[in-house]
């Protein structure tokens, strides 16, 4: 069903593009017409490849069953645990104040995040579906600068409306 609504966005899509196209070379402005394309191109797949990353890694840390937690509702009501019948072992009679800090300082050591979880989580910033379209948008940058036929004008409007796109397409596909 997804990839049916995704096709047909789409081809929706390509068909407005053709015509752009076809209006463009006929009125001979094929170097304005290859900024526009491969600044398009190159963004849109950066962001769709940007979605498939961050699905990815959140379907991991699903599977894994990294975020499930039943104390959700807890934690969100009483994040410091001010309401709880006991204060982490502090007895409330005799207050020690370095107690208390270093009592804290261990649980924010035990809160931060490893190593191994960073790296675990920065699979989705590194993946090839991201990184391949940079590259060709850098390389799309510097040959059509190098060429000198680069127009910045309609390298950013082909950015801006391959973002806009693509953004569109994901932002459809979710809520159906």
């Known amino acids: 069903m997804m990839m049916r609504m995704m096709r047909k966005y789409l081809f929706g899509v390509l068909l407005v593009k053709l015509i752009f196209v076809l209006v463009l070379l006929i009125q001979g402005h094929w170097q304005w017409l290859l900024n526009f394309e491969l ?3 190159s963004s849109m797949a950066i962001v769709f490849g940007s979605f498939h990353g961050y699905k990815r890694l959140v379907l991991k840390r ?11 509702l ?11 019948e006991e204060h982490s072992g502090i007895d409330e009679k005799t207050v020690d104040l370095a107690r ?5 300082k261990a ?3 035990q809160n931060k995040q490893t190593l191994k979880k960073t790296l675990k989580s920065s699979r989705g910033l590194f993946s090839l579906w991201r990184f391949i379209p940079y590259a060709v948008l850098v390389l799309s940058f510097i040959g059509l600068n190098n060429n000198r036929i680069l127009d910045i004008t309609a390298f950013l409007i082909g950015l801006g409306f391959g973002i806009a796109s693509a953004v569109f397409i994901g932002i459809k596909s979710i809520n159906r």
């Open 107 to 109: 649980r924010l050591k």
């Open 62 to 72: 699903l599977e894994s069953g990294e975020g499930l937690e039943n104390d959700l």
């Open 74 to 84: 807890d934690k969100i009501e009483d994040p410091h645990e001010l309401y709880e």
């Open 39 to 41: 600044a398009f191109l």
């Open 100 to 104: 208390i800090v270093k009592d804290e």
